[in-house]
């Protein structure tokens, strides 16, 4: 047994309370396991487990009762709420009726499951009454640990019972009103975007594997399905959702058949799949439910049972998220936070550190810029920097009017950039020309303000740039960050500002680069979407992470 401050990057805990008890001792478990834990933690149920007799304890099939569908819920919300960090897992191989079948008699775990984290600890919530049998407790407990999952060779043991108050009201005989058995289904269905699963999503997995016997179907929603969610561009690629979803569903439940399909209506095989006999449904998609029943009707099927969970509560929501715990409000929260580690710069000036700022029309790029400038970055912008590119003083000048002629140029022999558009308008050979001579030049004038900054002693450049990404300009910068907002509001800001027509303005947009290809290359991404001390919250998160980076990369260097 070790001391209860040593961590372990994954541990399996062994919940012993009884069922009426327990979701009363789920939050002081969690706040002691998460001291122990830091990465990801599974949670083995067994009521009752008594871990002092010195003898060999196994492991016996739990029936899953209504009970344990609210315990579920707790276990995740409280976990949402205490331990966020930590990727909880419900383990449900344990949890079926017993019968007299096959296998019955070796019980849960012929040989020991394999895990997708081979646990390292094993934690339990057993009471010890007398501290001289904590040794005895804790080999018990091992050899327990060891018969249900392949564990680490040298597994440690951590003995929670001591670090947790005493539960008001605790009597392990009051068992309340008569515990009434869960109903079996079959075949079990539910869809949704699953996006960084989180407690909603795995309450969700974990209820419905509880209801399922033989398979369970998982709809994700893809494509067309994904265009009105908010902050879509940081929604996790397909395949990376569905490998999330395989790993936490074998480990769940190994005996279930899965089936992991893309959505791209909102029914998918609901309403086609003759064998479905229930679908998981929460207050808030209820309504979907009944629609895939009057399909299903339609085409000749039996409807489905509606299995109805509650909404998990988000005790951390802010202003602009739901209440709920919601894969939205977790992309709302990496706003402004490192997405994606920075590559790699030799060859770049450690000062000062440059960020390229990059979005399309209209998604507040220079609000934020000034913002930055405002908390001691140079703004460098390279608008401004267009400009100068085509005075007569520079090489881009001379290169345009011989590829352009001179009738582009105004009496003052300055070049009229009106003409010089509509010479390249629609043109993406002509449009290419000039961009090759005037980036080159807009990049030469960007390294003569970065080092302007140097001898100014200024620790942070801000390349405010449109174009950065389609020029190829992250070799000047050490960091991307990408401003965004949903299309149909920057066609209301684009109309708003300039005076006009949506369709110009939409127009506009389809010639740049869209949003998600610019997130692809994003160290940060930040939205103005809200009120402007939103967007302010979220330069001063993306602000005190960069200087962050920057002193921990002074010290490595140093």
Same mark, same amino acid.
């Given at each position: 047994m070790l001391s209860i401050m040593s961590m372990f990057s994954t541990g399996v805990l062994v919940l012993t309370s009884p069922l009426h008890i327990l979701p009363l001792r789920i939050a002081p478990v969690l706040s002691s396991a998460a001291q122990v834990v830091e990465s990801t933690l599974y949670v083995h149920l067994h009521p009752g487990l008594n871990l002092s007799t010195g003898?060999?304890?196994?492991?016996?099939?739990?029936?899953?009762?209504?009970?344990?569908?609210?315990?579920?819920?707790?276990?995740?919300?409280?976990?949402?709420?205490?331990c966020g960090h930590l990727d909880v897992r419900v383990l449900l191989t344990n949890i079926r009726a017993q019968s007299g079948g096959l296998g019955a008699s070796s019980g849960p775990f012929p040989t020991p499951q394999v895990l997708s984290h081979s646990p390292e600890v094993v934690l339990t919530d057993f009471p010890i009454q007398d501290p001289g049998q904590s040794s005895l407790v804790s080999q018990c407990l091992q050899r327990y640990a060891d018969h249900c999952y392949v564990c680490t060779a040298s597994l440690s043991s951590v003995l929670l019972y001591s670090g947790l108050e005493e539960v008001m009201g605790e009597d392990?005989?009051?068992?309340?009103?008569?515990?009434?058995?869960?109903?079996?289904?079959?075949?079990?269905?539910?869809?949704?975007t699953f996006d960084r699963l989180h407690g909603a999503h795995k309450t969700l997995l974990n209820i419905s594997c509880l209801l399922a016997s033989r398979r369970f179907v998982i709809g994700v929603c893809d494509q067309e399905l994904l265009k009105n969610k908010v902050l879509k561009e940081l929604i996790e690629p397909y395949s990376r959702?569905?490998?999330?979803?395989?790993?936490?569903?074998?480990?769940?439940?190994?005996?279930?058949?899965?089936?992991?399909?893309?959505?791209?209506?909102?029914?998918?095989?609901?309403i086609s799949d003759p064998e479905l006999q229930c679908i998981v449904v929460s207050e808030e998609t209820r309504r979907g439910g009944e629609a895939v029943n009057k399909k299903r009707v339609e085409?000749?099927?039996?409807?489905?049972?509606?299995?109805e969970i509650q909404l998990l509560k988000d005790a951390h929501h802010t202003d602009i998220e739901e209440e709920k715990i919601s894969s939205s409000s977790l992309r709302t929260r990496l706003l402004g936070t490192l997405l994606k580690p920075p590559s790699p710069r030799p060859d770049l000036s450690p000062d000062p550190y440059v960020i390229g700022l990059?979005?399309?029309?209209?998604?507040?790029?220079?609000?934020?810029?000034?913002?930055?400038?405002?908390?001691?970055?140079?703004?460098?912008?390279?608008?401004?920097?267009?400009h100068?590119?085509? +005075?007569?003083?520079? #090489?881009?000048? =001379? %290169?345009?009017? !011989?590829?352009?002629?001179?009738?582009?140029?105004?009496?003052?022999?300055?070049?009229?950039?009106?003409?010089?558009?509509?010479?390249?308008?629609?043109?993406?050979?002509?449009?290419k020309a000039l961009t090759d001579i005037v980036w080159p030049e807009i990049a030469l004038l960007v390294k003569k303000?970065?080092?302007?900054?140097?001898?100014?002693?200024?620790?942070?450049?801000?390349?405010?740039?449109?174009?950065?990404?389609?020029?190829?300009?992250?070799?000047?910068?050490?960091?991307?960050w990408v401003a965004t907002i949903p299309e149909e509001e920057a066609v209301r800001r684009i109309v708003q500002r300039d005076g006009v027509k949506e369709e110009e303005a939409v127009r506009r947009l389809k010639s740049q680069w869209p949003n998600a290809k610019l997130v692809e290359d994003a160290n940060v991404v930040l939205c103005t979407l809200w009120e402007p001390d939103v967007t302010q919250r979220q330069? +001063?998160?993306?602000? #005190?992470?960069? =200087? %962050?980076?920057? !002193?921990?990369?002074?010290e490595e260097n140093s």
């Open positions: 003898g060999q304890v196994r492991p016996v099939y739990i029936p899953p009762m209504m009970d344990l569908c609210s315990l579920i819920s707790r276990l995740y919300s409280n976990a949402a709420d205490i392990v005989n009051d068992r309340g009103t008569k515990e009434t058995q869960l109903q079996s289904f079959t075949d079990v269905v539910v869809g949704g959702r569905v490998q999330r979803l395989q790993e936490f569903l074998n480990d769940v439940k190994p005996s279930l058949k899965y089936e992991i399909v893309p959505l791209s209506d909102p029914f998918g095989p609901s085409n000749g099927l039996a409807e489905l049972v509606l299995y990059t979005g399309g029309s209209g998604t507040g790029k220079s609000s934020i810029a000034l913002r930055l400038e405002g908390l001691g970055a140079v703004w460098i912008d390279c608008d401004q920097l267009g100068k590119a085509y +005075l007569p003083d520079t #090489s881009a000048y =001379q %290169q345009i009017l !011989q590829e352009f002629g001179s009738d582009i140029l105004n009496e003052g022999k300055t070049i009229n950039r009106r003409i010089l558009g509509g010479k390249v308008f629609g043109n993406q050979e002509r449009l303000e970065i080092q302007l900054a140097k001898e100014r002693d200024k620790k942070v450049c801000v390349v405010d740039a449109a174009v950065l990404l389609e020029a190829g300009w992250t070799y000047l910068v050490h960091e991307v330069v +001063l998160k993306a602000w #005190s992470l960069l =200087q %962050q980076r920057i !002193q921990q990369r002074k």
